[in-house]
Nanobody
């Protein structure tokens, strides 16, 4: 059974930093496709950043470029999202997502290409 469990959320003032973690267990493959999404009530879930743990360039939404960094520690089976220079508009519930297949090259930012999701964790940025 594949399980994803996020941690590291909380409240921070604008300009501050947070690092989200997501422990991913249950995959038998050495590499996976993983991503962070976020959602505000009433809005669709939007992609933040994506990674292929086998290597290659990471992907970022425009709002995340230069501020957020996605990474993965294979030894710890943990996905990270380092967030800096946080803004009030970054307030959302953040979700980690993963899949063991490439889904025939499906875009990283498409939520439907990931079969496993975490429960979500709150991030609140105050002005």
């Amino acid at each position: 059974q594949v399980l994803l469990r996020e941690s590291g959320g909380g409240s921070v003032q604008a300009g501050g930093s947070l690092t989200l973690s997501c422990i991913i267990t249950g995959y038998t493959t050495r590499t996976i496709y993983a991503a962070w999404f976020r959602q505000v009530p009433g809005n669709e879930r939007e992609a933040v950043a994506g990674i292929y743990t086998g290597g290659g360039a990471n992907n970022y939404a425009d709002f995340a470029k230069g501020r957020f960094t996605i990474s993965h520690d294979n030894a710890k089976n943990t996905l990270y999202l380092q967030m800096t220079d946080l803004k009030p508009e970054d307030t959302a519930t953040y979700y980690c997502a993963a899949d063991r297949t490439s889904k025939f090259g499906a875009p990283w930012h498409r939520a439907g290409r990931y079969s496993a999701w975490g429960q979500g964790i709150e991030v609140t940025v105050s002005s």
